[in-house]
T-cell receptor, first 113, second 111 residues
Framework: NAGVTQTPKFQVLKTGQSMTLQCAQD?????MYWYRQDPGMGLRLIYY???????DKGEVPNGYNVSRLNKREFSLRLESAAPSQTSVYFC????????????FGAGTRLSVL | DAKTTQPPSMDCAEGRAANLPCNHS???????VYWYRQIHSQGPQYIIH???NNETNEMASLIITEDRKSSTLILPHATLRDTAVYYC????????????FGTGTRLQVTL
């Protein structure tokens, strides 16, 4: 039982390049989330998907798009990467919206040069 | 969601109990208290949650005062692997929304 799996673990991009961060969970959870964490700061929500087929913006959605591919997978796309998007990205999932206990992946460390 | 206040750092000797306090004086009746931790460079890890009763699981115990204005997370026998930043989060249930991680308490467990 892997929990929440994120790929890749590390990535270096040049400004203007695009990429997709992948996230998959095997816990049959309904809700999934993407956060970013900058050095010395707390996590900020980028986008979330309360249930399969729905997505909503979080605090910092600009420059990102998401796709809830199916119940298991929730991807985050950077269409034109900028140095300000250098960060650690965490994906999380939760079983339900009542308690919303979120389980996190190990993170993707992204550097944009 | 209610605001929380935690000490920025604490030390604990290995094998001793670590008691991490959290103040949430503006908590409302339908808000739960959650604790997470983040070990360096890893994703946050859920520890425990509670509404008004004390709770215990395999990781920790959560003590909530009768007026619910504060709580304490207890790690009964801290180990070096418990060195992490611990976050106390208060939030209303029923919505798929963000977790607001404040600055937390950096717990250093030493030999």
């Amino acid at each position: 039982n892997a929990g929440v799996t994120q790929t890749p673990k590390f990535q270096v991009l040049k400004t203007g390049q695009s990429m997709t961060l992948q996230c998959a969970q095997d816990m049959n959870h309904n809700s999934m989330y993407w956060y970013r964490q900058d050095p010395g700061m707390g996590l900020r929500l980028i986008y979330y998907s309360a249930s399969e087929g729905t997505t909503d913006k979080g605090e910092v959605p600009n420059g990102y798009n998401v796709s809830r591919l199916n119940k298991r997978e929730f991807s985050l796309r950077l269409e034109s990467a900028a140095p300000s998007q250098t960060s650690v990205y965490f994906c999380a999932s939760s079983e339900d919206v009542f308690l919303n206990i979120q389980y996190f992946g190990a993170g993707t460390r992204l550097s944009v040069l | 969601d209610a605001k929380t206040t935690q000490p920025p750092s604490m030390d604990c000797a290995e094998g001793r109990a670590a008691n991490l306090p959290c103040n949430h004086s503006t908590i409302s009746g339908n808000e739960y208290v959650y604790w997470y931790r983040q070990i360096h460079s890893q994703g946050p890890q859920y520890i425990i949650h509670g509404l008004k009763n004390n709770e215990t699981n395999e990781m920790a115990s959560l003590i909530i005062t009768e007026d619910r204005k504060s709580s304490t997370l207890i790690l009964p026998h801290a180990t070096l692997r418990d060195t992490a930043v611990y976050y106390c989060i208060v939030r209303v249930t029923g919505t798929a929304s963000k977790l607001t991680f404040g600055t937390g308490t950096r717990l250093q467990v030493t030999l």
